[in-house]
């Protein structure tokens, strides 16, 4: 069964940081580009950043830029979100997403056409 499970997410004080992973399974992450998105109740899905496996790079939206770090582990076919300085405006259900074949990570490779989606992780930032 082809899947991705995230975890990491929590309650975290202003300021605070997390790391998100994304592991797959049943596929290998070779050559897939694989995204991280966000929803916030009321507000509509929101990409946050995404890296490529065939190219190593990466894109932030600027509502994350210098403070998440994005990355991926082949050995553990899991990407991860590092998450610094975060702000009560980061709180919303996170997902990864992951879909094949060669990108250079940009705003539309981040945004489009994704074959496989995880279930989310909820984070919250709240004093």
């Known amino acids: 069964q082809l899947q991705l499970v995230e975890s990491g997410g929590g309650l975290v004080q202003p300021g605070g940081s997390l790391r998100l992973s994304c592991a797959a399974s049943g596929f290998t992450l070779d050559y897939y580009a694989i995204g991280w998105f966000r929803q916030a109740p009321g507000k509509e899905r929101e990409g946050v950043s995404c890296i490529s496996s065939s190219d190593p790079s990466t894109y932030y939206a600027d509502s994350v830029k210098g403070r998440f770090t994005i990355s991926l582990d082949n050995a553990k076919n899991t990407v991860y979100l590092q998450m610094n300085s975060l702000k009560p405006e980061d709180t919303a259900v996170y997902y990864c997403?992951?879909?094949?074949?060669?990108?250079?990570?940009?705003?539309?490779?981040?945004?489009?056409?994704?074959?496989?989606w995880g279930q989310g992780t909820q984070v919250t930032v709240s004093s």
């Open positions: 997403a992951a879909k094949s074949g060669y990108y250079n990570c940009s705003e539309y490779v981040l945004l489009y056409g994704y074959d496989y």
